[in-house]
DNA sequence: CTGTATCCATGATGATACTG
DNA sequence: CAGTATCATCATGGATACAG
């Protein structure tokens, strides 16, 4: 039995409010596609496999409300536009890089 | 840019297969629940709030194929049984406690 | 390029009742 | 207590076409 920080009603409470926000099919592979450099449309898509425009769109509207990505639109011709990590989203690279971390160990574990 | 340690295939990859095993809209919230010590059924429903005994039921079985949980039947009148984190399951705590911490941390800045 | 709109199929979930 | 069965509903996502 670990010992807890938080009562256990607290940690599910936390729980839930950290998969609000992160949960879902998508949200953490599109803030990892992001994470590592993706900025365009095109490049985020490339990057995240089998997700389809409409449902990037509708994601990416979604972690621009909760303040994780910012869309910035430049007037360039034809027009460009960029999402980027905003600085609140790097309070979240320790959980995405333990996950991350945690998907790998699993990878070699299943393999043998 | 952070530095990472994969490439951004490569934490694509991992991060699906994280998200494979503790994906959807259950699982990390039944594994906080028995982490936090629930281990009857009725305990753990009793903890995920509004989780019906149909996808409990069919989410523990897909914990347990994924060596996370062990379900142990105890010959009592009547009958008890026991759901419990494996060893191997151990290894998803530091993952698990980074998220439960986002979720306070975030909840706090939302207040504010 | 960066999306949006529409239509449709599917799987996930809810409600309720029931069993060993 | 620990589930299963059945039916209905609903959200998610796929395919395709189209727009600024």
Redesign the pocket.
Known sequence: MPQEDYSAEQAMRYMQDTLYVTG???KLLILTAIHAGS?????I?GSVP????????????DLELNKLIT?T?YDTT??????EGTEYCQSLNTMINEMIKWGAMHRKQIRD
Not at 50 to 61: H, N, R
Not at 78 to 83: A, G, L
Request: net charge positive; no cysteine.
């Open positions: 879902g099919k998508w900025k365009r449309f095109k490049e898509q089998g997700i389809t425009a409409k449902v990037l769109s509708k994601e990416l509207k869309r639109v034809p027009v460009t536009i960029e999402y």
